[in-house]
Structure formats: C-alpha cells, structure tokens
C-alpha cells in the first residue's frame, strides 16, 4: 500500500512540472500572428454578422473559436489610406496617406517593423495598394496596384512575375508556402492581403455558379431619394445610374448595353480554359438581359441582382481559402499560440442606398468585419460591443506580442479586452476623416464622430453641409435631424467632443487637404 502511494504520489509531481513546464513555454513563447484582410467586404456578407445573403463558415469559425467585434469602424473608407493606418496605428492626416494617389512613406515606423526588429519573422503577400515597395518585412510578394483577379503579376522582393491562376489561391498558396518555408525556430507574423471582393468583382471559374439562382432581398432604402442630404444626393456611385456599368461591373457585354468603358474585356488575361468556363457562364447571362430588356426600376433592381451574385462569389472563394490557412494551423499544431485576425479594408454598400462602393461615414462603408481568434488564456469569447478603430491594430498586435506600444501611436491597444471576460469602455466616440474629393465617385470631403447611439458630420470644401443621424431610431441614416431646433444641446455637445477628438488626433489644421 505505502508503495502504491510513491509511485501515485511520482506520478502527481511529475503531473503537476509538467503541467508548470507547459504554463511557462505557453506564456513566454512570443504569439504568432497571422492577418488576414481583404478589400471591401461589406459586414452583411460574413454570416457571423448576418447570414441572410451568404454563408462564410470557415470566417464563422474564427468568431466561434475567438471573438466578433461588433462595432469596428475604419477612419478613412477608402483602400490605400485604410492600409496605412493599419500598419502605423495612425490617422491619415498622420501617416501622410489620406488618399489613394499619395505614395506612403514606407520610411516610417510601422507595426511590422517594431515585429522584426524585436525578432519576429515578418511578412506580405498579396495586395498592397500602397505606391511605395513594403519594409519591414523578411519576404514580400505584392500586387502592383490593384492587382488582377486572373493569372496575375505578381512583384516578389522586386522581381515581377506573371503566375497562373486565380488571385485569392495564389495569394493563400504562396502564403502557406512562406510558412512551411521559413525560420522555424522565430516566431512569425504573416499578412495574408487579398485582392478580393473588389470591383469588378470577378469571381475564379470554380465559383461563378454558387450564386447563380439565388435572389436577393433589396435593402428598405434601395430607392433612396437622399432628402435633406446633399452630398448623398451628389454622389456617382449608384447601382440605379449608369455609375454601376453593365459591361465593366456586369460583364453584360453587348451592343445594346451602354458602357463608359467600352474597350474593357473580363477575359483579356485568361487561358482557354479560363475563357471557356467564363464564356459558358456569362453568355446565357447576356442572352436573358436581351430578352428581358430591363427598364427604369426594373433595370436597377437587375443590376442589384447582377452585381450581388459576382461579388459573393467572390468572397465565398476567400472564405474557402482561409479555411485552409487555418486547416494548415491545426495541422501544425499552432493553433494554440497564434492570432489570427480577419478584417477588411472597410466596408462596402450592397445595395443600402442603391449604392455600391464606400467612402462616406455611414454605416455600411464605416463599418468593417474584425474577427480574432485568439492564442490560448485569453478569457474573451463571443462578441465584443465596445467601440474599436483600425487606428488600434498596431498597437493590439504589439501588445499581444508582450513589445511596448510606441508612444506616437494613436489607437488603442485591445489586448485588455481580450482579457476581460465582461465589457470595459474603452472610447465614446470614433473619430473619422475622409478626403478623396475631386474623384469619380464624387463623395465630398467630410469629417465626423460616431458615438454609440449619434453620429454627426461636417461636409467640407466645395460644399457645408452638416448632418445628424439617431442610430438608435434611424438606423439606416435616412432622416438628418440637424436642422431640427429640439437638437440644439446635443448638437453643441457633440460637436465639443467633435473638437476635442480633432485636437486629441492633431487633425486641427485642415487648410492643406
């Protein structure tokens, strides 16, 4: 019997250091980190979010496994400066990208730069956007621009090349080809940047059907007639005006469909192949437009129809793919001790409005999908409702990382939400600045807070105009209540804490925008 208790009491011990052992390498190996965005998903399209319109399981499976903000928000709806802010945790009027035709300074301190220098194993793949080459970074392979969706080029540590193939499995094949190549004995952080679902939205041949029968419900403000705002009025990204083109967008190519882009061709970079399942798909398309011959309000809700089923194919591509990264995890066994974020660039409108596109500070285009799974001990599971800002990625991924925030940066860190396993305010209000005006989209310039339940902007330049939304009772931001006299106190308290943002951020001077 004495015997018997040694050699429990052995095994207890050896347990028990084993157990510490597992506690002590868990909490002192550095956290991988992989980032995964993509460029305009709108956050209806993840069905985490929704599920009324798409199915994205293998996004749903890392809010499952981690935790789905609810309220994340971007500061400047617009793709290049979306990706600045990212990387330096700033606000554009910071990192000198407040719009896409502006070279980003790739000289200036950027949250993969704090990564490597503090030895972690970094790299990009895929979209870039910036004008600048990437540093920071061990290995990059990046689009140049806006890259193409089929058999793309490809621009790897300055070396172009052309690849065959479809963008978002080039972007996820040479992303886990990077992981099983590089230092194993570093920890890494791998940006997975894809093209997709971005105009014009043309999804690889395997996925041109998944959609293909389906109809989708027509948001309530389809047929919006933007009264009382005029610079919602002024826009040029309507799906009901000839701003969504039937050639360019809908690949509606024949003579009887006007196009401001008529040299334009869908196929002009696919094999034959590419070309034949392309051709199959979209030839009965064009027949049927031909046949029916759609007009006025007919004409827009077929081109709602039209343009829906191509972008969430093309999301439902991406969405296989990142389950494969994470499948490769698994496999690995670095689940356990990586991070995994999904996020967009911004939202996008599908629809709200009868818009396509993003920009403005409404909610679709403001809005943006943020999931994280999270390494192991984190306590935060489910959704996360407190306010957070792209301007805040930097600083998380450095925090998490067990590296100091640098003091410059402006967002916050979220790793203390993660911590918690109930809600702790972390900001009242986000604050938002768009600038790219003159452009074809014709959104003006325009500045902005958005609390938990207002929202209030200042159209600016060629135009001064303000507006006041009641998200609670007017979600879908049809009704500008800043004209009304019964709002003269909350007006003035907003725009206080308006200023006081604006200074908090140093966006004070406006004069050079």
Same mark, same amino acid.
């Given at each position: 019997m004495k015997r018997i208790r040694i050699i429990l009491t052995i095994l207890v011990l050896s347990f028990v250091v084993l157990l510490i052992r597992n506690i002590y390498k868990e909490d002192s190996a550095p956290p991988n980190i992989i980032f995964i965005m993509t460029d305009d998903h709108a956050v209806r399209a993840l069905s985490c979010y929704d599920g009324s319109i798409n199915q994205t399981p293998n996004m749903d499976r890392i809010a499952n496994e981690g935790v789905i903000f609810k309220n994340s928000f971007v500061s400047n709806s617009i793709c290049g400066?979306?990706?600045?802010?990212?990387?330096?945790?700033?606000?554009?009027?910071?990192?000198?990208?407040?719009?896409?035709?502006?070279?980003?300074?790739?000289?200036?301190?950027?949250?993969?730069?704090?990564?490597?220098?503090?030895?972690?194993?970094?790299?990009?793949?895929?979209?870039?956007?910036?004008?600048?080459?990437?540093?920071?970074?061990?290995?990059?392979?990046?689009?140049?621009?806006?890259?193409?969706?089929?058999?793309?080029?490809?621009?790897?540590?300055?070396?172009?090349?052309?690849?065959?193939?479809?963008?978002?499995?080039?972007?996820?094949?040479?992303?886990?080809?990077?992981?099983?190549?590089?230092?194993k004995t570093k920890p890494f952080c791998l940006l997975i940047h894809h093209k997709a679902p971005h105009r014009t939205w043309q999804p690889d041949t395997a996925y041109l059907d998944d959609f293909a029968n389906k109809t989708f419900p027509v948001p309530d403000n389809f047929f919006d007639s933007y009264q009382g705002r005029r610079a919602a009025k002024e826009q040029k990204q309507s799906i009901r005006t000839g701003d969504m083109d039937l050639k360019y967008d809908l690949k509606i190519d024949t003579e009887k469909a006007e196009s401001r882009f008529p040299e334009h061709k869908h196929t002009g970079r696919m094999n034959d192949a590419q070309k034949t399942a392309w051709k199959n798909h979209y030839d009965p398309i064009i027949q049927d437009y031909i046949d029916k011959n759609p007009e006025g309000d007919?004409?827009?809700?077929?081109?709602?129809?039209?343009?829906?089923?191509?972008?969430?194919?093309? !999301?439902?591509?991406?969405?296989?793919?990142?389950?494969?990264?994470?499948?490769?995890? *698994? /496999?690995? +066994? &670095?689940? $356990?001790?990586?991070?995994?974020?999904?996020?967009?660039?911004?939202?996008?409108?599908?629809?709200?409005?009868?818009?396509?596109?993003?920009?403005?500070?409404?909610?679709?285009?403001?809005?943006?999908?943020?999931?994280?799974?999270?390494?192991?001990?984190?306590?935060?599971?489910?959704?996360?409702?407190?306010?957070?800002?792209?301007?805040?990625?930097?600083?998380?991924?450095?925090?998490m990382a067990g590296l100091p925030v640098a003091e410059d940066i402006q967002g916050k860190s979220l790793k203390s939400l993660l911590e918690a396993d109930e809600e702790t305010e972390l900001r009242d209000a986000i604050?938002?600045?768009?600038?790219?005006?003159?452009?074809?989209?014709?959104?003006?310039?325009?500045?902005? !807070?958005?609390?938990?339940?207002?929202?209030?902007?200042?159209?600016?330049?060629?135009? *001064? /105009?303000? +507006? &006041?939304? $009641?998200?609670?009772?007017?979600?879908?931001e049809m009704n500008n209540i800043y004209n009304k006299d019964s709002n003269t106190n909350l007006i003035a308290e907003l725009k206080t804490k308006l200023a006081g943002l604006q200074e908090k951020y140093r966006d004070i001077d406006r004069s050079t925008y």
């Open positions: 400066p979306s990706r600045a802010t990212m990387l330096t945790g700033k606000h554009s009027h910071i990192n000198g990208k407040i719009n896409n035709s502006i070279v980003f300074d790739s000289s200036q301190q950027t949250f993969p730069k704090l990564l490597q220098k503090a030895g972690y194993q970094t790299a990009v793949i895929g979209k870039w956007h910036l004008k600048s080459e990437p540093t920071g970074f061990d290995y990059w392979n990046v689009l140049p621009g806006q890259g193409q969706y089929y058999n793309p080029d490809f621009i790897e540590m300055g070396e172009k090349k052309r690849v065959e193939g479809y963008v978002t499995t080039l972007t996820t094949d040479f992303g886990l080809d990077w992981l099983d190549k590089r230092d007919e004409l827009d809700l077929y081109k709602y129809q039209r343009y829906m089923r191509d972008y969430l194919a093309c !999301i439902q591509s991406v969405d296989d793919n990142i389950g494969r990264v994470l499948d490769y995890l *698994d /496999e690995e +066994e &670095l689940s $356990d001790n990586t991070l995994v974020v999904y996020t967009s660039d911004q939202g996008f409108y599908t629809g709200e409005h009868g818009w396509f596109d993003k920009r403005y500070i409404y909610e679709q285009s403001l809005k943006t999908p943020l999931l994280m799974k999270t390494p192991i001990g984190y306590k935060r599971k489910g959704e996360v409702k407190e306010l957070v800002q792209n301007i805040d990625y930097a600083a998380t991924i450095l925090d604050y938002y600045h768009y600038y790219e005006f003159p452009n074809e989209h014709a959104v003006k310039r325009h500045y902005g !807070i958005r609390t938990k339940q207002y929202k209030l902007i200042h159209f600016y330049n060629d135009i *001064d /105009e303000w +507006e &006041l939304f $009641d998200l609670q009772n007017d979600p879908n």
